[in-house]
């Protein structure tokens, strides 16, 4: 049975697992992004997470395909009011630099309301930081979208430590909408910088932590064990520099406690996510129906406190 979590101060209630929408009109096409969305609807999650520049990267695309593929889908199925849809903005569109400024934003919501086919946003997220602009300009952007009713809540995504409290104390002074939640890069391997850095911050303002690379880009499934593993999929090269003794290590423990529950190793890291503090669901992608079931899995797996030291000593920083 999924139990559902609210984020921060918000109305939203989330199952315990986001779908990465990084993956739509990348490494798979509509068909089978629809396919997964609906496998994964079906089991009882409701959040999808995208961002204006998915997948701008890949050969032939210009950004907004994922959200043209979310919003297609939705459409199909008649479900929008039951989807949690977190999508972003600042990232590089094309113009040559990350831009959070009050014009930009105010212009790139519009685009992000088309390609998805909704008149809201449930939560908008600043994807990336431009220092140059004063936290202040960002956050009046949000609150006169959260008044005209075209987004519900914000959160935070890449922004440095200093430039988030700088945020929430701006939010407080201002009365302007406050981050309710951060997107961080949290898994077993990189814990360093979240646990030293983060989430003293989310736990004394109350974020809700969705968190990205939640399987560190794949590798905590286990999939890559040598670097001849490494040209598995397109997300290969970002692997190499787990394949070390501290990552084999983490793979050794995973691989222990999965066998122990007779599943597999992404779902354990998952499950190991979903029992820290401050993580409200875990964003991860799938590419496969397989895949899918992996994290599925983990929403319902309970680690116990033994198996929690194990995963624990063999990814201490």
Request: proline residues 3%; contains cysteine.
């Amino acid at each position: 049975m999924i139990t559902y979590r609210q984020l921060g101060n918000t109305d939203l209630k989330i199952a315990p697992l986001i779908f990465g929408g990084n993956v739509f009109g990348w490494t798979i096409d509509e068909k089978k992004s629809f396919a997964l969305l609906d496998a994964f609807s079906a089991a009882g999650f409701n959040g999808v997470d995208t961002a204006d520049s998915y997948s701008r990267w890949a050969p032939g695309n210009k950004g907004g395909e994922s959200e043209t593929i979310i919003g297609k889908w939705m459409r199909q199925n008649g479900n929008r009011e039951k989807i949690i849809i977190s999508t972003k903005v600042g990232s590089d569109m094309g113009q040559g630099h990350k831009d959070v400024s009050k014009n930009y934003i105010l212009k790139a919501v519009e685009d992000s309301l088309t390609r998805l086919q909704t008149d809201y946003i449930d939560l908008y997220q600043t994807h990336w930081d431009n220092e140059n602009t004063p936290v202040e300009e960002t956050l009046e952007a949000y609150d006169q979208l959260v008044k005209q009713g075209k987004v519900r809540w914000i959160g935070a995504s890449n922004l440095s430590p200093e430039r988030l409290t700088a945020s929430l104390s701006a939010s407080k002074e201002h009365h302007y909408p406050a981050y309710q939640t951060l997107q961080p890069e949290y898994n077993l391997y990189d814990r360093e910088k979240f646990e030293k850095h983060y989430q003293p911050i989310c736990i004394a303002h109350n974020l809700s932590v969705i968190n990205y690379y939640s399987l560190a880009s794949g590798f905590l499934s286990g999939k890559y064990r040598s670097e001849a593993d490494l040209g598995k999929s397109s997300r290969g090269g970002g692997i190499k520099k787990y394949l070390n003794e501290r990552g084999f290590k983490i793979l050794a423990a995973l691989d222990s406690i999965s066998a122990l529950h007779q599943t597999v190793p992404a779902s354990v890291a998952i499950a190991w996510l979903l029992q820290q503090p401050t993580i409200a669901a875990p964003i991860a992608s799938a590419t496969g129906m397989e895949q899918l079931h992996a994290l599925i899995a983990a929403a319902t797996l309970q680690l116990s406190e033994a198996d929690r030291k194990v995963l624990n000593e063999a990814s201490a920083w």
